[in-house]
């Protein structure tokens, strides 16, 4: 597997391909060709075929590839052959709604703890979690081998929380958070701004305006 | 301005430096050299400079940048010199959580509308709002001369609450369902799905344990 020249879209695709081999699996459709997985996704047939390439050899030339056979292996390369515990830090609304995200389950992931250090917020029930004092964060994520937090904090807090996850155990951060972390070199961090993403659309508005 | 050869993540690092001139000028600090705002956000001060460069010539060499100058600047290339209005299709919790996160409005972007097709939902408030029909998405657009649209949506819905913005008017969609949208040339779309995002980090939890 030339694993590190990945292109992170390429992962990011990989995940739409398993999504939609899943929906095509509970169809009862045992075999699918790259233009059928292309148009499913709305990408190229070539793209498709690329993308899958990186990993060795799944297909059968004029036959396409077995479907549960594929599904298999997009979910094992992206981890998800097995179940993640993650956390939350931060329990405001997004926090709240990612608790009781659905899609996370449906993909193996199990938020174990939701915390928060405003008091007026400790004790609350999300779903059939209770939020509790980050001075907790270490015994939730160490009871569970924890490796994945997901910060949605405030910028001014992402640090701290963020150190309380790493020192816990969490091997990877998604943040939420309007701030650059520093971390470790064996953590992972992907940001995901939800304004900056806005603004990227809004940049790319006014560019348009201008030409 | 060389606009069209501007990476993306150009675009995000100047909406985290915009964020971080905002907590600098309300210090009252007059001028910042790349080397401090690239400590206070947490990138090189090569980059800073290589990312600002290409909007053309800020600072004054020896002396730094001009914290309000800088700021207006790269608030304007956003876009964030005016305020947005935005919808939101979808009110479960996600939708919700977005309807209130206050880091849209800090940045410029009021959520004038939230739609939904499940008829539990709809004429639920959230904040000021309450949440409308679909039919409506077309009236509200126009009223407000709304372009931007957050779809928040399951999969299985997301074409269908794309193309009621499209036809209303919206040229932006920021995209959270896990499709990939067809859309026209003139509409630009940025997909967060939550749950990919988390993807890329298992499949880099995975190939660290495999090395």
Same mark, same amino acid.
């Given at each position: 597997? &030339?694993?590190?020249?990945?292109?992170?879209?390429?992962?990011? #695709?990989?995940?739409?391909?398993?999504?939609?081999?899943?929906? /095509?699996?509970?169809?009862?459709?045992?075999?699918? *060709? *790259?233009?059928?997985?292309?148009?499913?996704?709305?990408?190229?047939?070539?793209?498709?075929?690329?993308?899958?390439?990186?990993?060795?050899?799944?297909?059968?030339?004029? /036959?396409?590839? !077995?479907?549960?056979? @594929?599904?298999?292996?997009?979910?094992?390369? @992206?981890?998800? !052959?097995?179940?993640?515990?993650?956390?939350?830090?931060?329990?405001?609304? +997004?926090? *709240?709604?990612?608790? *009781?995200?659905?899609?996370?389950?449906?993909?193996?992931?199990?938020?174990?703890?939701?915390?928060?250090?405003?008091?007026?917020?400790?004790? &609350?029930? +999300?779903?059939?979690?209770? /939020?509790?004092?980050?001075?907790?964060?270490?015994?939730?994520?160490?009871?569970? !081998?924890? &490796?994945?937090?997901?910060?949605?904090?405030?910028?001014?807090?992402? &640090?701290?929380?963020?150190?309380? +996850?790493? !020192?816990?155990?969490?091997?990877?951060? @998604?943040?939420?958070?309007?701030?650059?972390?520093?971390?470790?070199?064996?953590?992972? /961090? #992907?940001?995901?701004?939800?304004?900056?993403? +806005?603004?990227?659309?809004?940049?790319?508005?006014? @560019?348009?305006?201008?030409?």
């Amino acid at each position: 597997m &030339k694993a590190l020249k990945i292109p992170e879209a390429t992962i990011v #695709r990989l995940s739409v391909y398993s999504r939609f081999l899943e929906q /095509v699996d509970k169809k009862g459709i045992v075999t699918i *060709s *790259s233009g059928e997985i292309a148009e499913g996704v709305g990408v190229s047939p070539a793209q498709v075929r690329k993308d899958l390439a990186y990993f060795g050899e799944f297909g059968t030339r004029g /036959v396409g590839y !077995n479907v549960k056979d @594929l599904l298999r292996h997009t979910l094992k390369i @992206l981890g998800l !052959n097995a179940r993640w515990p993650a956390v939350v830090v931060g329990a405001g609304n +997004l926090g *709240s709604a990612l608790v *009781s995200y659905r899609g996370f389950r449906e993909r193996g992931f199990d938020i174990v703890g939701v915390f928060d250090n405003d008091l007026t917020k400790i004790g &609350k029930r +999300l779903m059939e979690l209770e /939020v509790m004092a980050t001075e907790k964060i270490e015994q939730i994520v160490k009871q569970h !081998n924890v &490796k994945i937090g997901i910060l949605t904090v405030p910028a001014s807090s992402a &640090k701290d929380a963020a150190n309380l +996850l790493i !020192n816990a155990g969490v091997k990877a951060i @998604l943040n939420f958070a309007p701030i650059v972390l520093s971390v470790p070199a064996d953590v992972e /961090v #992907r940001d995901i701004d939800l304004s900056t993403r +806005l603004e990227i659309l809004t940049f790319h508005l006014c @560019l348009k305006e201008m030409m």
